[in-house]
């Protein structure tokens, strides 16, 4: 496979260009410079079943539907994830769609819609999502955290290795002071109990991002299911899986 070529490069100078100027506004630091070695190699070759999701901790099956739950300070969250019936096309990849919905106390806040492939090695791959979000009156008021892998110098990245060992790291995705989220795996072998059930197998992947320093979540995948809990470190919440259907 060749290396990837950034695709809008002159208009991703005019985004860098941009952010630079408000990265003060932002908190962040004006002297952050793009991760120029963090050059993923992408070719449509090498992702001939994109759509089959069969990685043992990131399975993605048509019809099931996920049901999250967090009790935050503002309320409880509700969170329902399901893989849509299209796809789409994001850098010669066909991509899983996935949309993921965030209600609290009831009231809709985000709808996105997140772009999955798996190569042929196993490793499930984030090639962009599309945000919607929502203030209390359910009005779109913007579509912050959006992003596609191979416009304005976005990068894809991998949400989950094929083979998933202790000690591995990886970017899940990259775009410069946008979304620039990482991981680690923490555990594996582990035992866990939540309301949903018990499960053996399971591995704990640490996440981070240089964006927000102070933020650090751990997620906990059970083999043949997914996601099933996450903790917050830096507020102490706790999301679990509490229902499948379908």
Not at 32 to 38: E, H, L, N
Not at 193 to 205: E, L, R, T
Request: aromatic share 10%; with cysteine; net charge negative.
């Amino acid at each position: 496979m060749k290396k990837f070529q950034r695709a809008g490069s002159i208009l991703a100078l005019l985004v860098m260009t941009s952010l630079a100027a408000c990265q003060k506004e932002e908190g962040l630091d004006p002297r952050r410079q793009p991760d120029t070695s963090y050059q993923p190699e992408i070719e449509a070759s090498g992702f001939p079943n994109s759509t089959a999701l069969d990685n043992l901790y990131f399975p993605n099956e048509a019809g099931k539907v996920y049901f999250y739950e967090r009790q935050t300070e503002e309320g409880l969250e509700r969170s329902e994830v399901k893989r849509l019936s299209r796809t789409q096309v994001v850098m010669g990849i066909e991509c899983v769609v996935v949309e993921d919905a965030l209600w609290r106390n009831g009231i809709l806040l985000e709808r996105g819609e997140e772009y999955y492939a798996q190569d042929e090695e196993g490793n499930v791959w984030h090639f962009g999502e599309e945000v919607d979000n929502y203030n209390a009156g359910g009005v779109l008021i913007n579509h912050n955290g959006s992003w596609e892998a191979g416009v304005d110098g976005a990068l894809p990245g991998i949400v989950m290795p094929a083979n998933p060992q202790v000690g591995q790291s990886y970017r899940q995705q990259y775009f410069f002071n946008l979304a620039e989220d990482e991981a680690e795996v923490m555990e594996a072998g582990l035992a866990l109990s939540i309301p949903w059930g018990a499960f053996g197998g399971c591995i704990k992947i640490k996440e981070w991002s240089a964006l927000e320093p102070e933020v650090l979540e751990y997620k906990f995948y059970a083999p043949g299911i997914g996601l099933i809990k996450a903790i917050n470190v830096t507020d102490n919440e706790e999301q679990v899986l509490v229902e499948v259907r379908g």
